[in-house]
Each structure stands twice: as structure tokens, then as C-alpha cells.
């Protein structure tokens, strides 16, 4: 069966600071790939999508970008966080051609 | 701009009744619909998808969907206090792009 991983599950950063977050799934091959961002008290935002190892598509501009080094890894990053970094990041997956997305555990970032 | 709306709640319903979750959505070219349930804290979890007209049932939920209308809904039959919960409608097309989540609708089952 499919599993998806997040870590960590918690960060507490200082603004200014730089990100790195980490998704990995596994049993499957060729998944697409996502980042979401729930701030609190609002939906999911979607930040970024792939369909294959080095292609990202972005949704909205931001100081965030994503990287997929590997099939089955997807790397969500900043050089310098903002307060309105702020959020539960969520990495999802589906199969390729496919349209149910399953999600991560997440990672809950505080900016301070 | 896609929009999918939903009633963001509370929702509250006796332990054992049926609670009816409703969703719009404002793309007419959307071809899959999804429901996902979030406990607070925790992540979204997949538990119904429906992509044609009608009714679709899994245990004790069924999706309705009626896309004339652009209108999709969630009912949970015999209610339970473990349905309490945050449930949110996602409206994509068929290859899991231009995927758009609503606010979500909070759900509160009463013993």
C-alpha cells in the first residue's frame, strides 16, 4: 500500500530564517506531486504541483519554492521566511492520470 | 476565479441523525468532486469522490452530486460523535489539476 511522509511534523523558525520541508511517498512510481498551505482558520491554498522529477508548476508567487530531486521526493523551500509563512503544510499525491489526492500527515510551522 | 463554497458551520446534529453537508462550486467544467474530512490538528483524509450524476454510497455516506445545479453534497447517515469533524468539498478536473477546496463546513455530532 501507498504511504505518504512529512517531516518535520513541527518547526518553530525565526522570520529571516531559511526552509526546508520534506515529502516522500511510498508504493508507488510516477505520483503527482503537491504542496498546500492551510493557515489557521482558512482552506487549503495550493502552492505547488509536479508531474515528474524537475517539473514544478507554482499556483501563486510567493517567497516559497519546490524542487523534486527524485520521483518520489518533493522539497518545499525558502531563503527567508515571513510571518505570513505561517501555516500546516500539507503534501499530497495521486496517481499519475488520476484525480484523488491523499495527503500527509503535514507540518505545522510557526514563524516567530 | 474557481470558487467552491460551502456553510462554514457549526453544523450541529443529535448522536444518530443524518447530517447533510452541501457544497457549490462555480466552474461548470469541473469533472471530479471530493469530499475530505479533517480532525482538528490532523491532516485532510479522503472519504468520498463522485464524478457523475447522482448518488454514490459508501456505507454509512453518500455523495450526491448534481452538476446542472453545480452542487455536490455529503450525507452521514446515523451520526456519530467520531463524525465531528471539519469536512471539506474539492472540485478538480479529471487528472488532478485545477484541484479547489472550499472552507470547509465544521460538523458537531451531540450525544
Known amino acids: 500500500s501507498q504511504t505518504i511522509h512529512q517531516w518535520p511534523a513541527t518547526l518553530v523558525q525565526p522570520v529571516g530564517s531559511p526552509l526546508s520541508l520534506e515529502c516522500t511517498v511510498e508504493?508507488?512510481?510516477?505520483?503527482?506531486l503537491y504542496w498546500y498551505r492551510q493557515a489557521a482558520g482558512r482552506g487549503l491554498q495550493l502552492l505547488f504541483y509536479?508531474?515528474?522529477?524537475?517539473?514544478i508548476s507554482s499556483e501563486v508567487p510567493q517567497n516559497l519554492s519546490a524542487s523534486r530531486p527524485q520521483d518520489r521526493q518533493f522539497i518545499l523551500s525558502s531563503k527567508k521566511l515571513l510571518l505570513s509563512d505561517s501555516g500546516f503544510y500539507l503534501c499530497?499525491?495521486?496517481?499519475?492520470?488520476?484525480?484523488?489526492?491523499?495527503f500527509g500527515p503535514g507540518t505545522r510551522l510557526t514563524v516567530t | 476565479q474557481k470558487e467552491v463554497e460551502q456553510n462554514s458551520g457549526p453544523l450541529s446534529v443529535p448522536e444518530g441523525a443524518i447530517a447533510s453537508l452541501n457544497c457549490t462550486y462555480s466552474?461548470?467544467?469541473?469533472?471530479?468532486f471530493f469530499w475530505y474530512r479533517q480532525y482538528s490538528g490532523k491532516s485532510p483524509e479522503l472519504i468520498m469522490f463522485?464524478?457523475?450524476?447522482g448518488d454514490k454510497e459508501d456505507g454509512r455516506f453518500t455523495a450526491q452530486l448534481n452538476k446542472a445545479s453545480q452542487y455536490v453534497s455529503l450525507l452521514i447517515r446515523d451520526s456519530q460523535p467520531s463524525d465531528s469533524a471539519t469536512y471539506l468539498c474539492?472540485?478538480?478536473?479529471?487528472?488532478?489539476?485545477?484541484?479547489?477546496f472550499g472552507p470547509g463546513t465544521r460538523l458537531s455530532v451531540l450525544p
Open positions: 499530497a499525491w495521486s496517481v499519475r492520470g488520476q484525480a484523488e489526492q491523499y
Open positions: 508504493g508507488t512510481s510516477n505520483p503527482n
Open positions: 509536479s508531474v515528474g522529477i524537475g517539473q
Open positions: 466552474d461548470r467544467g469541473s469533472q471530479s
Open positions: 474539492a472540485v478538480g478536473d479529471n487528472y488532478g489539476q485545477n484541484f479547489v
Open positions: 463522485i464524478y457523475s450524476n
